[in-house]
């Protein structure tokens, strides 16, 4: 097995060997940018050390090799006495993870090439600069030392100096700083500093390839569900550097505004410095625009590569430089996150601009971004207290307590609380406190830092660099520039969309993009009207391409209409259990007591015109559309009053001796229907089969709105779904009565009132016997959540609060199987019904209607299987339209 490549030897296509980083640094390099010379040490090294815990055969062999053409190359020898070649050893797996793994620079350092590098550079400053850096990330980084106890050193360093800039700290500072950090080395691990060049090397390529298991890392993997067992590259980079005086400097920039899609010049700079400290914060950054006076030669190039790598990508690219004495050098480029609404936004510019086509702009939006563009907006009609203006991160609209750490996040969040994070900045550390916060606001640091990029990847609201605000974390609390003070516990409002920091809670109002959809938003000539053009473009494509329909879960009127303005194409599933609800659980009462059929005959005659016209209001609302009705669904005690509020009542009347004969009846009718097992007792067709005349009094219902619909001008198609069938016996059965109530009514209304009779395919017996059942049924609709309860004996209620964390902290399963399909188990049965039931019958209609029907990944699979539709709640409708468009390209 080769296990590393040159630069020259990589490109782009191979980030699953080479990581993103290394891929990309292979492809600038063979584009003919100026990338320093290095090579790439492959995920599969690092797969191979994790699960041997040592370096694979004929490593070490090929990385000596490849330095000494690196040396060759340059004319320089790692750790060279008298001309170092000093390197990095870059972390870069597969999927970027901002900050998450390991980098330590200035390899090739010790006490004697130090004097080495300061002859050659003629800058002793430089040289000791270098050194103490390398001791202080080699000793967080490779040795695991606090980095507090560095940083400690170097703050003592700069007070003794009565500065707080590292600026102002002299060559005797940096040689006096690398003595103490010695010294801390070896008071923390009991030995040296390594001074061995090459023992540094491959003891940092060891950290890298571990920082791949490192606590902060793993969750992140988790939260972004990026696979457990990728593995990192390693890239051996030779230095370049940033920190030799004021004509060098580092750099980061968006080639794009990665928060709006706007074109333009997006990036910070900072003289005399090295890698992290443009996002480290350790001094103000300069926007990249100011580059252009400090070295106009340098900003020119820079665009112009900024612009060949956006050709080159035909995409939105982020980039890492350096100057050195003027000239410029790129570090790393990578298509960069961006947040939902840009990118929808640049999708769309770069169709206009000719980058790519059509259906490359649905390919690289989601449904995840669509749904976040579909959360409210802060109402710019309401008062607000201004407190603040920091920088738009990643947009939305959140309002929460305010929390000053990560810990106090979390354990509040846990207990309901809606928090915002307030921090300095942010750093890996505080990832557990940014899933758990509402929204994210730092006073310093611009759209690149760390909690700029790490809240755009998770979707979380963030405004970063409010410099006006002074964060004291100790004290918990932050005071404005005015002298207003906000303490721990305080509501605030962050909009992540313009920046604005308000005081207490603002209220909110829906997005321009649902009012699009709405068919409501009225053009502005701004930012939202780009942004649903950008919509409206992809979304008419994503329609015009997908095989699959897409229907809404609607049980009213009112979701039936929305889901229709959002696209649906008819009700894939109207429960019915909310029309046996409020003032009719009476009703119902009285059903499920009769003792005659006098009795239950009177109860459901009570209940068939309140249901017809509950129909004739959705029929209506989805006039010219199916609608699929469930028959009633749930065990009878939800209708029925709680069994311990009840006895209490009994027994307190008895005790007071006037017991309500019915609360006496009732009680033990309680008593007879409770189930140890609700959700496997008598519900779904088995109430049908049990209590007379209920399901044909459904039927009736339907049938009779669709009668009325239809005499008044309509267009009604309505389709009847019998759930929780296990066998065709039963599903024969209620079908003839449904058939035999049909044909009466349409014989009444003088209307041909022939609907579809289906069933839901929600039992795993229904799935392996769907060929049998496929002769009773038109349609088939997997009921996925309740398929899904079945084919794992999960009940839904119950096992994902008491153990689904674990199991996803184990990696038993990546994502809740209630949220995305499990394709191997319950996807095996879908697949399996739909081939058995079209093969007993080519007609059958064939749908979803759990909730997966709206999950992306989900219906991905769906589209594979051949569905016909899915059908999921209403505001996810846009958001299944678009996967269904995405699956089909
Ligand atoms: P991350 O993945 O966290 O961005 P990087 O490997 O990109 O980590 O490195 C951290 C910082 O060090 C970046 O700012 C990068 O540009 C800088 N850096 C990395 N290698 C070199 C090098 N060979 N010369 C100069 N700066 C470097
Ligand atoms: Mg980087
Ligand atoms: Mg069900």
């Known amino acids: ?103 330590v620079l200035n390899v090739g350092l010790n006490d004697e090439s130090v004097h080495g590098l300061a002859t050659q550079s003629g800058s002793e400053r430089f040289a000791w600069d270098s050194y103490r850096r390398l001791i202080q990330m080699f000793g967080k980084i490779v040795l695991g030392i606090d980095p507090e106890r560095f940083d400690g050193a170097l703050e003592d360093k700069k007070r003794a100096r009565g500065s707080d ?46 920082s791949w298991n490192a606590e902060r890392a793993i969750l992140y993997r988790r939260q972004e569900r990026i696979p457990a067992d990728l593995g990192t590259a390693v890239n051996i980079v030779a230095m370049v550097f940033g920190n030799l005086g004021m004509d060098s400097g580092t750099g980061v920039a968006f080639t794009r505004d990665p928060a709006s899609g706007a074109q ?82 640049i999708a769309n510019q770069l169709v206009d601009e000719g980058m790519i086509d059509l259906d490359e702009a649905v390919r690289r939006v989601n449904g995840a971004q669509l749904a976040q563009l579909m959360f409210p907006r802060f109402d710019t009609e309401a008062k607000r207290e201004r407190l603040a203006r920091g920088m738009n991160a990643s947009p939305g609209a959140a309002v929460g307590k305010v929390v000053f750490d990560s810990y106090t996040a ?48 998770m979707g979380k609201t963030c405004v970063c660099g409010a410099e006006e605000l002074d964060v004291d974390t100790k004290g918990r609390r932050l005071t404005t520039r005015d002298g207003l003070v906000v ?42 009207d780009v942004l649903v053009k950008a919509v409206h473009r992809i979304m008419t494509r994503a329609d015009e391409v997908r095989c699959l329909g897409v229907r809404a879960n609607a049980d009213t009127p009112e979701d039936a209409a929305r889901a229709r303005r959002f696209g649906a194409q008819g009700v894939g599933l109207c429960r019915t259990e909310h029309m046996f609800l409020g003032d009719r659980r009476q009703h119902v009462e009285r059903l499920i007591l009769a003792d005659t059929d006098t009795e239950r005959e009177s109860a459901l005659s009570a209940l ?13 609302a989805m006039n010219g559309l199916p609608v699929t009705v469930r028959l009633l669904d749930p065990p009878l005690h939800e209708f029925l009053p709680d069994i311990t509020e009840l006895s209490v009542r009994v027994a307190l009347a008895e005790a007071r001796g006037d017991a309500n004969e019915n609360d006496l009846r009732l009680l033990q009718a309680v008593h007879k229907l409770h189930e140890q097992n609700p959700m496997l007792g008598l519900r779904g067709v088995r109430l049908g089969l049990v209590i007379p005349g209920l399901f044909t009094m459904q039927v009736r219902a339907i049938a009779e709105a669709a009668a009325k619909c239809r005499a008044d001008g309509g267009n009604p198609h309505a389709e009847i779904m019998i759930p929780l069938v296990g066998t065709v016996q039963e599903l024969e059965i209620i079908r003839a009565e449904a058939e035999a109530v049909l044909a009466e009514v349409s014989r009444e209304s003088g209307a041909d009132l022939h609907c579809l009779i289906g069933t839901m395919i929600e039992l795993p017996r229904a799935a392996l016997t769907a060929g049998q059942i496929a ?67 080519p007609e059958l209609k064939v749908g979803v209607c759990g909730e997966h029907g709206g999950d992306p990944d989900s219906v991905h699979f769906f589209h594979q299987v051949g569905l016909d539709y899915v059908s999921c709640s209403p505001f996810r409708v846009p958001v299944a339209r678009l996967e269904a468009g995405r699956a089909a390209l």
């Not at 891929?23 to 940018?33: P, V």
């Not at 829906?510 to 701004?526: A, D, I, K, W």
Request: charged residues 25%; proline residues 4%.
């Open 1 to 103: 097995t080769k296990y590393v490549y040159d630069f020259a030897e990589g490109n782009k296509d191979l980030k699953d060997l080479l990581g993103g980083k290394g891929a990309n640094l292979a492809e600038m390099t063979n584009i003919g940018l100026p990338v320093p010379p290095g090579f790439t040490i492959t995920t599969e090294a690092c797969r191979a050390y994790l699960t041997d815990g040592q370096q694979p055969d004929g490593l070490r062999a090929e990385i000596a090799d490849h330095l000494t053409r690196l040396e060759a190359g340059i004319g320089r020898r790692l750790g060279d006495p008298t001309d170092p070649l000093l390197v990095s050893v870059r972390s870069g797996a597969k999927f970027s993870m901002p900050g998450m793994m390991e980098t």
């Open 165 to 210: 800039s590292d600026l102002d700290l002299t060559t005797d500072d940096f040689r006096t700083l690398v003595a103490a950090y010695k010294k801390i080395v070896r008071d923390s691990t009991g030995r040296d500093f390594p001074q061995e060049p090459a023992e540094q090397m491959s003891q940092a390529i060891r950290a890298v390839f571990e």
């Open 264 to 345: 333009g010049i997006y990036g910070d700079y900072l003289q005399n410095a090295q890698g992290e400290d443009v996002v480290a914060g350790i001094r103000n950054t300069v926007p990249l625009e100011r580059l252009a006076d400090i070295d106009r030669g340098s900003y020119d190039q820079l665009l112009d590569i900024m612009a060949t790598l956006e050709r080159h990508y035909r995409d939105l690219c982020d980039i890492e430089f350096t100057i050195e004495r003027g000239k410029l050098w790129m570090l790393q480029t990578r298509v960069g996150k961006r947040t939902a609404a840009a990118a929808y936004v």
């Open 410 to 457: 979390v354990k509040w969040s846990r207990s309901g609380e809606k928090v915002i994070l307030v921090r300095r900045e942010t750093n890996p550390d505080d990832l557990n406190g940014m899933i758990a916060a509402e929204g994210i606001l730092t006073s310093r640091g611009g759209k690149t830092s760390h909690a700029a990029v790490v809240a755009r990847g």
């Open 487 to 528: 303490e721990e516990g305080d509501v605030l409002s962050i909009d992540g969309s313009n920046g604005m920091v308000y005081r207490g809670e603002v209220p909110v109002v829906s997005s321009p993009v649902v009012e699009y959809f709405e068919g409501r938003h009225e053009p502005t000539g701004v930012e939202a």
């Open 608 to 620: 068939l015109p309140l249901q017809r016209d509950d129909f004739v209001g959705i029929f209506t």
């Open 775 to 841: 002769g009773a049924a038109e349609f088939f609709s997997f009921g996925t959540n309740d398929l899904t309860q079945t084919v794992w004996g999960f009940s839904r209620d119950d096992v994902e609060a008491a153990f689904f964390s674990a199991y996803l902290e184990k990696g038993i399963f990546g994502v809740s199987p209630f949220e995305t399909l499990d394709v191997d188990g319950v996807g095996r049965l879908v697949r399996l019904a739909t081939e058995e039931g079209r093969a007993a019958r």
